[in-house]
């Protein structure tokens, strides 16, 4: 996986913002605004298609550093700034400042001009990730009168990510929420289906998920159906629990031989990621719970 920047944006897309810090994953799917995810097709990478198909234009983030104290050399604190293959790294004005004997140019300005940075960690989370926030304030950066509060404990989605930051849909993008306040993924439900996902139900039939909301069926002897037929933790409503959706797989890439699986799915689910799987407890009888344990039990109420 990898980060980008988009340094030349487009008037015939919003899919990309000048300025903003895009992720590609290891398939090289890029991720833009709103939701959106560009495929490699017959390029390298989403990137590589993107800038060949449109007057878009990135650059990649190698090594990231978010300046924490600066003393006149015009960087801006909280800002990320990038150092090169050789070790140089460009102020806000376009200076470019020499590692001059220093393994890179931010550890020779630590060390003669009082200027502070600390390296970007990779992102954990992506664009249309749905995360879970923090139940109360922690660590440094929120708003200090409060107005972020009314997001703790509330599940919101990843738009895109700036700088180190993660910028999200249920606000408007009015906040920048960091890795600290994140608690985690948030649990799957219906609402993030994605086109062309792969269903498992807990009898052992496949579908594959359509925008809109239905489901084709995907081996012998399934009849197709829709997620109207289900509730928000993926369990039917129609009191048949044969037909809860036990996992989910998202493929990496949308392909003819996807597509031509049919009645063999676990032949390519190697390239695909389970982004859901039901956990349940396990049923036992007294004697199967005392056969595993190695000993007699008594069961008390």
């Known amino acids: 996986m990898s980060y ?13 913002s000048e300025n903003c810090i895009y992720y590609m994953d290891e398939h090289g799917v890029l991720s833009g605004n709103n939701h959106s995810a560009f495929f490699p097709g017959s390029c390298r990478d989403g990137v590589d298609w993107i800038e060949s198909h449109t007057g878009i234009r990135f650059e990649r ?13 015009d960087f801006t604190e909280g800002f990320i700034y990038s150092v090169d293959d050789n070790g140089f790294v460009e102020n806000n004005g376009g200076e470019v400042f020499d590692p001059c004997g220093y393994d890179n140019a931010i550890q020779w300005l630590e060390a003669n001009t009082g200027c502070r940075f600390e390296e970007v960690k990779d992102m954990f989370y992506k664009p249309g990730d749905r995360v879970e926030i923090v139940g109360s304030a922690i660590g ?3 708003n200090p009168d409060g107005r972020m509060d009314k997001w703790l404990g ?7 990510i700036e700088d180190d930051a993660y910028i999200m849909k249920e606000d408007n993008g009015m906040w920048s929420w960091f890795p600290h306040m994140i608690k985690g993924l948030a649990s799957f439900t219906l609402s993030d289906f994605r086109s062309g996902d792969l269903v498992k139900t807990r009898h052992g039939l496949w579908y594959m998920y ?16 829709n997620t109207d037929y289900y509730c928000d933790d993926l369990t039917t409503d129609t009191g048949d629990d044969r037909f809860d959706i036990m996992k989910v797989y998202r ?19 190697d390239r695909c ?5 039901r956990k349940e407890p396990k049923k036992m009888t007294v004697a199967e719970v005392c056969a595993a344990l190695g000993y007699e039990v008594e069961i008390v109420q």
């Open 4 to 16: 980008w920047k988009c340094v030349k944006e487009s008037s015939a897309s919003t899919a990309f």
């Open 61 to 73: 983030v190698k090594r990231p550093y978010r300046c924490i104290k600066n003393t006149g050399y």
């Open 140 to 142: 440094e950066r929120w």
């Open 154 to 160: 509330r599940t919101m989605t990843i738009d895109y």
């Open 210 to 225: 359509f925008d809109g909301g239905d489901m084709a069926g995907f081996c012998k002897h399934c009849i197709d159906t």
């Open 251 to 269: 493929p990496h890439h949308m392909s003819a031989d996807i597509m031509a699986s049919f009645n063999n799915v676990e032949s390519i689910l």
């Open 273 to 277: 990621d389970l982004v859901f799987e």
